[in-house]
């Protein structure tokens, strides 16, 4: 017998499943943006699992669970969770589907892609509030940072009413966290994704590695410790010393950084790949301690940290 354990790490380093019997629905963010995904309970943790013929997990869905083959051995079953708006129990939504940034990791359409108005938020919320225990935005860029963050403001302050925890996760402004913060936001979070400067120039050719940080510094301070996240994407190539080293600086401010193994997207990068298990699990455990150490264990409300799906949060450890 495989001796697997249906271990959440294990799934997160292959990211993908073959369904069986499935009629899902395609996500609007996150990884694999576009593409259908499925969430999973095991052992009390989500993971969430983008559908592909082509992955070496196979599942069968039985009613509301699925059971689980890896290389012809039945590994267990797990628990299907319903997501309300792209996550279960919480409403994430995505407000520009288009961005004028050109990371090669991100599949967001440089040219095409709606923009839902205030309205069109709203009234989604609307909907599913008696199903929803945090509200989350994100956005890519229509035109401008800046814009793009008064236009969010305008969706947050319609939003604030709701009296549910709100996050909201954008590329800053250099008036971003104030601006948010105003209209209501409880959480913010900009992400840095690549934490090797060298490669950072190379996946993310638009943005200011530098000025995010500094835009991380300035909304811990608006916003407070442990209400500040940032995204670190781990199998771009780079080292884990690095990865340790931006968790090290993210923390030192009091940001909580949230570690995202690398989903392939429609752009193929040849040196990119999901991170190994006992990757995912080491550094998991490396920021647990870091976070532990600085008082900033704790899960977020909102956004990636209320959800889990995507990620091996250091809590499950």
């Known amino acids: 017998m495989l001796n697997l354990k249906v271990d959440k790490a294990f799934l997160l380093s292959i990211g993908e499943i073959s369904l069986n019997g499935w009629n899902g629905n395609k996500a609007k963010a996150g990884p694999g943006a576009g593409k259908e995904a499925i ?16 992955s070496p997990l196979e599942g069968t869905v039985r009613g509301n669970h699925v059971d689980l083959v890896y290389e ?9 969770e319903k997501p309300v708006l792209h996550s279960p129990e919480n409403a994430y939504i995505t407000v520009s589907e288009r961005c004028i940034f050109r990371c090669r990791f991100c599949d967001i359409n440089r040219t095409s892609g709606g923009r839902k108005s205030i309205d069109d938020v709203v009234n989604l919320i609307k909907k599913d509030i008696d199903n929803i225990s945090s509200i989350s935005i994100t956005s890519g860029i229509m035109f401008s940072p800046e814009e793009e963050v008064r236009y969010v403001s305008g969706i947050v302050d319609e939003l604030a009413r709701f009296g549910k925890p709100l996050g909201v996760s954008v590329y800053p402004s250099e008036e971003s966290s104030h601006i948010l913060r105003e209209s209501g936001a409880d959480e913010i979070k900009y992400n840095l994704e690549v934490c090797d400067r060298k490669l950072f120039r190379k996946y993310c050719p638009d943005k200011d590695f530098d000025f995010i940080l500094r835009s991380l510094s300035d909304a811990v301070e608006v916003f407070g410790e442990g209400n500040v996240f940032s995204n670190i994407i781990v199998g771009l190539g780079e080292s884990d010393r690095a990865i340790k080293s931006g968790i090290d600086r993210l923390v030192g401010m009091g940001v909580i950084p949230n570690l995202r193994p690398y989903s392939p997207g429609k752009i193929n990068i040849p040196s990119a790949g999901r991170p190994s298990r006992e990757r995912i699990h080491k550094l998991a455990t490396f920021l647990k301690k870091r976070l532990d150490e600085a008082g900033l264990l704790s899960r977020g409300q909102t956004m990636c940290h209320a959800c889990g799906g995507c990620d091996l949060s250091p809590l499950e450890i």
């Open 39 to 54: 969430f999973l309970k095991i052992n009390g943790k989500r993971v969430r699992l983008v559908v592909s013929d082509d």
């Open 72 to 80: 012809g051995r039945f590994i267990g079953s797990a628990e299907i």
